[in-house]
């Protein structure tokens, strides 16, 4: 079993000032702390649209679709055109173009590519979401345009895939890229990210359960997936420092359809770039 990288060499980096103040609460209320913390955890960062995803950005045809559910609009993208849709989700601080090269190799292959901006993400309002909302507009898009034939996500974005199909999604194969499995543990991985104390990773969690009255464990990629027997194709780099291998590979143990390919050197985004990547997602979906 792969373990979890030592040294962090592409993980976020959080400002210093961040782990200073999640300190001084720790040191004053753990009510507080609580509250901080669940706040930063909801809150995801948005980041420039780099060059390289220019193209499928101007070329692409954008729209605006509300999410009822979520009384929220999002920006939605369609590229390409084909009798066959292809359904991208990006990972928590992407948006709908993160996921190009994959995009632009099946327009090249004659599907039609739909994406979106999750709620706080990209050109899409607000600045909190969580992956529920992911999981919601999943849903909402299945609706309108789908049913899709293929999805692929990647991070929080391959979690959501999984989840959504407790909720009924219907695909006929799913791609997971640097997914994680447990909450739990990206939970645990945020507080040391903050530099807390590790008790206040489950209490955290029980926060969350609280307030969504909801079952924090029930999302667990492992969970879900093992009740399902769709054609699930598991991509993963060995030195993803972000989300360890072993997700990956807990994930293929409970799966009951699905196929584990590791990479190396990789790391958490530059997997979505690799054209071995692309290659092995050419050929499972073919």
Not at 78 to 102: D, P
Request: with cysteine; proline share 3%; charged share 25%.
């Amino acid at each position: 079993m792969s373990k979890k990288p030592s040294k962090n060499k592409q993980g976020i980096e959080i400002p210093s000032f961040i782990i200073k103040t999640g300190k001084l609460l720790q040191s004053i209320s753990t009510a507080l702390t609580l509250r901080f913390a669940a706040k930063l955890f909801t809150t995801p960062i948005k980041y420039k649209v780099p060059k390289r995803e220019k193209p499928m950005l101007d070329e692409s045809t954008q729209e605006n679709i509300f999410i009822e559910s979520l009384n929220k609009t999002v920006v939605v993208y369609h590229y390409g055109k084909g009798e066959k849709t292809i359904l991208l989700v990006h990972g928590w601080s992407g948006r709908g173009t993160q996921l190009y090269k994959i995009a632009d190799a099946m327009v090249a292959k004659g599907y039609e590519v739909i994406s979106f901006d999750a709620p706080g993400h990209g050109k899409s309002n607000g600045n909190k979401s969580m992956m529920l909302e992911f999981i919601e507009c999943i849903l909402t898009l299945e609706k309108k345009f789908g049913p899709f034939d293929y999805s692929i996500g990647h991070s929080l974005g391959g979690m959501a895939i999984i989840n959504a199909l407790k909720k009924g999604f219907k695909t006929k194969k799913i791609v997971t890229i640097g997914s994680g499995d447990k909450i739990s543990d990206i939970v645990k991985d945020f507080v040391k990210q903050l530099q807390l104390k590790p008790t206040l990773a489950p209490k955290l969690t029980a926060y969350f359960e609280k307030k969504l009255n909801d079952k924090m464990s029930d999302y667990d990629s492992n969970t879900v997936i093992q009740n399902f027997d769709i054609p699930h194709l598991i991509i993963h780099d060995k030195d993803d420092v972000e989300v360890g291998a072993y997700c990956a590979e807990n994930i293929h143990k409970h799966s009951k359809n699905s196929i584990l390919f590791l990479t190396e050197e990789l790391g958490h985004r530059k997997i979505l770039g690799s054209d071995e990547v692309i290659h092995q997602i050419n050929e499972f979906i073919d």
